[in-house]
């Protein structure tokens, strides 16, 4: 009797598993069927204009959209205690642990001084005009290689 209770919590165990979270990428070969969805953020350069006319930067971040993922929690053996964060609905910016790197506050205070730079001080005189503009990276260094613009304010 015992021998078969140990089989068949053995059996149990393999067939229910264990309690865990899973995020996996949406495609067409995995296509979303439950979970909670968010998108890769994607960085763009915003250039808008202050009250005095002087041109003013600042990153923002917009989702891109073929890069979609879904949470997705498990039951089974066992608790799993998930907390995440999706800010503005699409963009995961906590998970698990909270962590507090201040990249994001990093470069948007690079980017909001690029005017009181010397070699930035008027960003129109690099050619560039309010506006979104995306960042395009170098497929094998990862490195910033220029930017295209996606519209301009008129």
């Known amino acids: 009797m015992i021998k078969r209770m140990c089989l068949l919590t053995v059996i149990m165990s393999c067939v229910v ?16 069927t439950e979970g909670i969805r968010f998108y890769r953020p994607y960085p763009y350069l915003l250039i808008t204009k202050d009250n005095e006319g002087n041109l003013e930067s600042k990153i923002v971040y917009l989702p891109k959209t073929n890069e979609e993922y879904a949470i997705r929690v498990k039951s089974g053996i066992g608790t799993v205690d998930t907390k995440f964060t999706l800010e503005d609905g699409w ?9 507090d790197s201040k990249s994001v506050e990093m470069l948007n205070a690079l980017t909001g001084s690029l005017k ?5 001080r008027a960003i129109d ?3 560039l005009c309010p506006g979104l503009y995306m960042f395009e990276f170098d497929q094998n260094t990862g490195l910033i290689i220029g930017l ?7």
């Open 91 to 99: 963009k995961l910016t906590q998970f698990g642990e909270t962590r």
């Open 116 to 120: 009181e730079l010397k070699g930035f």
């Open 148 to 154: 295209k613009p996606i519209f301009q304010f008129n």
């Open 125 to 127: 005189k690099v050619g």
């Open 17 to 32: 598993g264990c309690a865990r979270v899973e995020i996996t990428k949406i495609t067409s070969k995995n296509p979303y």
